[in-house]
DNA sequence: ACATTAAGTGATT
DNA sequence: AATCACTTAATGT
């Protein structure tokens, strides 16, 4: 067991203690395998086998709905506390994923083998109770992202895709690119472009080549 | 200096 | 709001 394990397994019992209990937490520090992933690693693809749900206690994930060869849509991200129940849930049957998850920022997390994630359900309150609200979770989310493509103009979607975006990584200015937004967003390059300096002209961002800067 | 990548723009659908 | 067909600007080698 080397040290920086030990620091992994203090940061993920300082963030889970207070919503696993106490014996579901021992299991955890036993069988789970605590990793950390760089920012741009691609996490799941899409058809990937899945064997491990992520407990996530640092950074955040894309998730990441794809269409056809060249549609993608990101469909919502995974923060600190999240985990993808959505993805369990489709294991039991599948066990191939529906989206692809690339990790925004550098990311820690606590995988658990699936096996032990069906067993714990029947075994620990707590663990059902999270697994249950996460499930929820997601699909507030999901409902989020189609209210915001089906009732938003892009001109919303854009300002909402910059604002959360900017709360995840703790940062006014964004290094993104016009053509990144778009993909996220399924859109043009050049219609981003169009609005972005529309949004400038507006006041509410600065946007220079590879940055974006949120005002107010 | 030259090539590559990012962003701006007018016209058309 | 999307696409085409450019132009201009910023950066890397």
């Known amino acids: 067991m080397n040290n920086n394990q030990l620091i992994l ?8 203690s207070s919503i696993l209990e106490e014996d579901l937490m021992n299991e955890i520090l036993e069988v ?17 086998n899945l064997t491990h749900i992520p ?15 060249d549609g993608e849509l990101v ?8 985990t993808c ?23 820690e997390a606590c995988f658990i083998p699936l096996d032990k ?15 249950i609200d996460s499930y929820h979770f997601r699909l507030m989310e999901m409902l989020a992202s189609i209210d915001g493509l089906a009732f938003n103009t892009l001109n919303e979607r854009i300002l909402t895709y910059l604002t959360s975006m900017s709360e995840r990584s703790n940062e006014n200015v964004l290094h993104i690119t016009h053509q990144q937004i778009a993909n996220d967003l399924n859109t043009s390059r050049v219609v981003i472009s169009r609005i972005m300096k529309q949004l400038q002209n507006e ?7 590879n940055n974006i800067e949120l005002l107010e």
Not at 32 to 48: K, M, N, Q, R
Not at 55 to 69: D, T
Not at 120 to 130: A, D, G, M
């Open 9 to 16: 397994k203090e940061k993920f019992i300082k963030y889970f």
């Open 203 to 209: 006041g509410k961002i600065v946007s220079s080549r």
């Open 32 to 48: 789970g395998h605590f990793d950390t992933i760089a920012a741009g690693e691609l996490l799941v693809d899409v058809g990937d």
């Open 117 to 131: 994630v069906d067993e714990w359900l029947v075994k620990y309150k707590s663990w059902r109770r999270y697994i």
């Open 85 to 107: 129940a959505i993805s369990f849930i489709n294991c039991i049957e599948s066990k191939k994923s529906v989206f692809e998850g690339i990790v925004e920022t550098d990311m």
């Open 55 to 69: 407990l996530i206690f640092k950074g955040s994930v894309k998730i990441i709905r794809h269409i056809n060869e």
């Open 75 to 82: 469909i919502y991200y995974l923060k600190t506390g999240d």
